[in-house]
């Protein structure tokens, strides 16, 4: 079972809080800000998707497409309605949830690699009407003039104010989805991983629970691509792609899916990997990311967030030898 301390959250807090202050007077570092931006908006939806896989064991591989919904929807109203950004991001969200129980209802009925097949389907889907709708979302070009986010009049027109915000919004998530999975709720979910048959015996409905799991999930998701939008100020397919949809699942992989905190640390490590740190290797990335997979999947079958369960396994076993 899943708890969170008070103390733990708010020394992380602080550290994220500190952390462009003391990156801004380290030359190495000064570009890390930039970088924990991405990281925050990746953390969204890799909680998510560690909610819907780890928790409620169910396996997608569409996430990517949630993610772009959240982006051009936003992208598309706010520079061509001149709708205001944040109801341009509520509205996305709306949208997405739509979508999402449109495509939930039907694939939640899948199990195991079904379920992965059917989202991955509407994953390449999506990337197609990406692509082929030049009109609304300028194809394989992109669209720009995507406007910044500002709250009263306070631009977020820095690179720190916007890790503020991103930060801010994705502590918030990472609290209100501890709260759920200490809920009863996250008690079913857990129920649901286990035994589907065993959940529905207990009076759970299980279809219902999938699908609301689904949908949430894949709401973070289009918050993220929002925030990435409004932050780039452009955006293309390329963004939202197969490839993006297994980096998502190599960073719940790498952190462990069944513990959010994983999920967290995972998509830390493949985000600066990919961002700072791999591009000595450049054609090869993809081996490397591979390489990762089978090392975690071997060795690691709970990712880092279960080492300290795997150290102590070890220590009483060799304390009893």
């Known amino acids: 079972m899943l708890r969170i301390r008070q103390t733990p959250i708010t020394v992380f807090a602080l550290l994220i809080g500190v952390f462009p202050l003391i990156a801004g007077r380290i ?20 909680i998510g998707l560690s909610l819907l896989m780890g928790y409620a064991g169910q396996i997608s591989l569409g996430h990517a497409a949630f993610y772009g919904l959240g982006a051009y929807v936003s992208s598309i109203l706010t520079t061509r309605y001149g709708i205001n950004a944040w109801l341009g991001m509520g509205a996305a969200m709306t949208v997405t949830a739509l979508v999402a129980f449109a495509v939930g ?26 692509n082929e709708e030049t009109a609304w979302t300028g194809g394989p070009d992109g ?33 209100f989805t501890v709260n759920i999975i200490q809920s009863p709720a996250g008690r079913a979910l857990r129920a649901l991983h286990t035994s589907e048959a065993a959940c529905g015996a207990m009076g759970v409905d299980v279809a219902r629970l999938k699908v609301i799991v689904f949908v949430y999930s894949a709401v973070l998701a289009s918050l993220a ?35 959010i905190r994983g999920a967290v640390i995972g998509t830390f490590l493949i985000s600066f990997l990919s961002l700072e740190w791999l ?20 060795f690691l079958p709970n990712g880092i967030a279960g080492l300290p369960t795997m150290a102590g396994r070890w220590l009483k076993h060799k304390s009893r030898g």
């Open 279 to 298: 591009h000595v290797f450049e054609d090869y990335e993809s081996i490397v990311y591979g390489a990762i997979l089978l090392v975690v999947t071997v």
């Open 105 to 130: 209802a039907p694939s939640l009925k899948l199990k195991g690699h079904y379920l992965a097949m059917a989202t991955l389907a509407f994953g390449i889907i999506v990337y197609i009407i990406f």
């Open 225 to 259: 691509g929002s925030l990435y939008a409004h932050y780039m100020n452009f955006v293309n397919p390329s963004s939202f792609d197969i490839n993006f949809a297994i980096k998502l699942l190599i960073m719940i992989a790498l952190g462990g899916m069944h513990d």
């Open 27 to 46: 030359a190495v570092i000064e570009n890390y800000p930039d970088v924990m931006i991405f990281v925050g908006i990746y953390c969204l939806i890799t």
């Open 143 to 175: 669209m720009g003039g995507i406007p910044g986010l500002s709250l009263f009049g306070f631009e977020f027109d820095s690179v720190n104010r916007y890790y503020y915000l991103v930060w801010s919004i994705m502590l918030a998530v990472f609290c």
